[in-house]
């Protein structure tokens, strides 16, 4: 007989797993479905770090989300016995001053109202405390905030899924999603590409970029995008190790990059938060071309003269699942009973992680949550602008 669960989880990201996770010990039975091997290779979240920031510009909520989530991630690191998530603090910087950036100023100005503490730094102060930046004269004012830093993304995956296996969820590798089941109007479950079947009385589909494919008419309102990721092997690992050298976004909004500390495989991370290539999550290659190249020469240039010669030793195109307002989608599907969805991460999503599943699982238990009303399924025309204030909507090339 086909495999039957309360819940069938398809996705075993950030997403998937925290759902199963919470839905588990709230007292049901869950069966998680993933390609494999976990955690999946293609997926969003299988990457050796994510920024934990609370800086959010003036969208409060999202702030207030970020506190509650570094709560968790601390939580976490207790119950795996083992630190992955890392409170290095994060500098974020600026070409003018920080009242020229809306983005900056707006984050500063939500930081001090939630009762934050960030250090205002000026270009001199940077220098003196982050030596990395002494040579990045373009950067005339910033400021550091102590909450924040990164978390070691597939690692804290793996765990999840440890987790939810000792919890008793089912968990399915090497299970594609392929087909849905259907009862009339009503989602009876999943058949694979691998030829098996699941039943259960509620699906949630949360898989990443694959959740267009699988859903079709969600295909207007989101896209897979590709974004350049370089990994660098400094020759003066100390000048770029923590605290010298801690989480930083370099203007991001006026210039998309971020990246860093040392982290445990010996490498720099720099990674560009912009537009991004359209791309198939399944089909097309995650590759980076030599303009990407150039455009990090020319920031390694102006900020970081001291990993212009460090070696490149990896580089992939990060994935993201783009909604065309750049807000999460996690909602009951408004015409299909027993189907729910939980994705749009847009590049930030993966930071929520310690209450993703909280609130995915209240969304599908139809329980109310003072988060969710953002999220929900919603019409967004063609020209929709995206809002996710840290990201750079420009053209690539700009330091």
């Not at 938060?273 to 590759?287: F, K, N």
């Not at 999503?349 to 919603?378: H, M, Y």
């Amino acid at each position: 007989m086909p495999a039957s669960s309360d819940f069938l989880i398809v996705g075993a990201g950030i997403f998937g797993v925290t759902t199963a996770l919470e839905l588990r010990r709230r007292g049901y039975s869950v069966t998680l479905i993933d390609p494999g091997p976990l955690p999946y290779p293609l997926a969003a979240s299988t990457d050796v770090s994510k920024v934990v920031r609370m800086e959010y510009g003036s969208d409060r909520q999202y702030m207030r989300m970020v506190i509650r989530a570094i709560e968790g991630f601390h939580r976490w690191n207790e119950q795996f016995g083992e630190k992955l998530y890392h409170e290095t603090g994060v500098l974020m910087v600026a070409k003018g001053t920080i009242s020229d950036s809306e983005y900056l100023d707006n984050s500063l100005r939500m930081l001090l109202e939630e009762g934050q503490t960030p250090e205002r730094l000026s270009g001199d102060d940077i220098a003196r405390r982050f030596p990395a930046w002494r040579s990045a004269g373009a950067y005339v004012e910033g400021f550091y905030h102590a909450r924040g830093g990164y978390a070691e993304s597939e690692r804290v995956v793996r765990r999840l899924v440890e987790q939810a296996a000792r919890a008793g969820v089912a968990v399915r590798a090497g299970q594609t999603a392929d087909e849905f089941l259907s009862r009339g109007n009503r989602v009876s479950g999943m058949r694979t590409r691998e030829g098996e079947t699941f039943l259960a009385d509620h699906t949630v589909v949360a898989a990443g970029s694959w959740t267009p494919w699988l859903m079709p008419e969600l295909q207007q309102v989101m896209r897979a995008t590709g974004h350049p990721i370089f990994h660098l092997k400094p020759t003066d690992p100390t000048l770029f190790t923590a605290p010298n050298f801690v989480v930083f976004t370099a203007d991001t909004s006026r210039t998309g990059w971020y990246g860093f500390p040392l982290l445990r495989e010996g490498i720099v991370k720099v990674a560009h938060h912009g537009i991004g290539l359209p791309l198939h999550p399944e089909h097309d290659e995650r590759i980076i071309y030599e303009e990407d190249f150039a455009h990090l020469r020319s920031f390694l240039r102006a900020t970081f003269p001291a990993l212009l010669d460090a070696e490149i030793v990896y580089t992939r195109r990060c994935l993201y699942n783009d909604t065309l307002d750049e807000h999460l989608w996690i909602d009951r599907h408004p015409e299909k009973e027993g189907l729910s969805v939980a994705t749009g991460g847009s590049g930030h999503g993966f930071k929520f992680g310690p209450v993703l599943g909280e609130l995915i699982a209240d969304v599908v238990e139809d329980r109310p949550n003072d988060w969710s009303q953002k999220f929900r399924w919603r019409l967004l025309p063609p020209e929709t602008q995206g809002q996710e204030a840290s990201r750079f909507h420009g053209p690539a090339g700009a330091v």
